[in-house]
């Protein structure tokens, strides 16, 4: 069975598709990239799948469960997680107290009041912050830290939530070249124990972490493949023409 799965879905502003009539499988353990121009419907899909947005038609399912009909709060208690571009970080707070607030924010608040100094919270925030490269900043007030330090942070936290699910839009939006491939790094390690959908521009991010990209336009499906057949593929060059592109 897929992890997620959208039939038919459709999202309509009036007469406007924003989505239309769009089918999206994505299975455990993939990484998938969302590509598409300006408008093409990107950000509308995933708010359609975390519940900020409702569907006008469509399943969405997550392990078989249609989920389109739950609020934003109760699709997140099944574990889907979203890194936001805005960040939502405590600057007065320490890395590793930005860290704890979020595992706490875990499904059984009860049991994690106690539980983040235990083992499996403390397993959990060291395995993280090796991951992210803020190992040596635990104890730095977040406000200090860098544009793309504070981007590894906000996906540590989505990370501390255990999230079956984890959607990223435009994670490296702002970064230096050193921070993107950084980045890509991160990104690659989670690939196989994590399910995630990125939405990213730069195609040279794109070509180090993609399996299989999704380019969607006017709200529908305009093709699915490796970064070789994207590249290739004449719609996908012919939708990109006149813009800045697919590099
Ligand atoms: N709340 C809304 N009301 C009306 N139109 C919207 C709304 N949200 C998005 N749209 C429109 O839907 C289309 C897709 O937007 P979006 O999902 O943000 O695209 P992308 O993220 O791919 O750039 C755009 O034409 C946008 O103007
Ligand atoms: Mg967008």
């Known amino acids: 069975m897929s992890l997620l799965e959208l039939r038919n879905v ?5 007469d406007f598709a924003a989505i239309d009539g769009l089918d999206l499988t994505i299975n455990k353990g993939e990484l998938r990239c969302l590509l598409g121009p300006n408008g093409a419907g990107k950000t509308t899909c995933m708010d359609l799948i975390v519940g900020r947005q409702r569907v006008s038609e469509g399943t969405v399912r997550l392990m078989g469960t249609d989920i389109a009909a739950l609020s934003e709060h109760q699709i997140a208690r099944k574990g889907v997680g979203r ?70 942070l906000e996906i540590g936290l989505v990370l501390m939530q255990d999230p079956v699910l984890l959607l990223m839009d435009e994670p490296t939006a ?11 790094q991160i990104f690659n390690t989670l690939k196989g124990s994590h399910t995630l959908v990125v939405v990213e521009h730069d195609m040279s ?26 590249e290739n593929n004449p719609q996908v060059r012919n939708v990109y023409l006149g813009t800045e592109g697919i590099h």
């Open 83 to 152: 890194k936001f571009q805005i960040p939502s970080v405590f600057k007065e707070l320490t890395v590793r107290q930005n860290l704890e607030v979020a595992f706490n924010r875990n499904k059984d608040p009860f049991l994690n009041m106690l539980s983040f100094k235990n083992f499996k919270g403390m397993k959990r925030y060291d395995e993280i912050t090796d991951l992210i490269g803020l190992k040596d900043r635990s104890n730095t007030v977040s406000g200090l830290l860098s544009h793309g330090e504070t981007q590894w």
């Open 205 to 230: 991010f794109v070509r180090e972490i993609a399996d299989v990209i999704t380019v969607m336009h006017m709200g529908k499906l305009l093709a699915e493949g490796t970064i070789t057949e994207i």
């Open 10 to 14: 459709s999202k309509r502003y009036g």
């Open 174 to 184: 702002g970064m230096t070249e050193q921070e993107t491939y950084k980045t890509s």
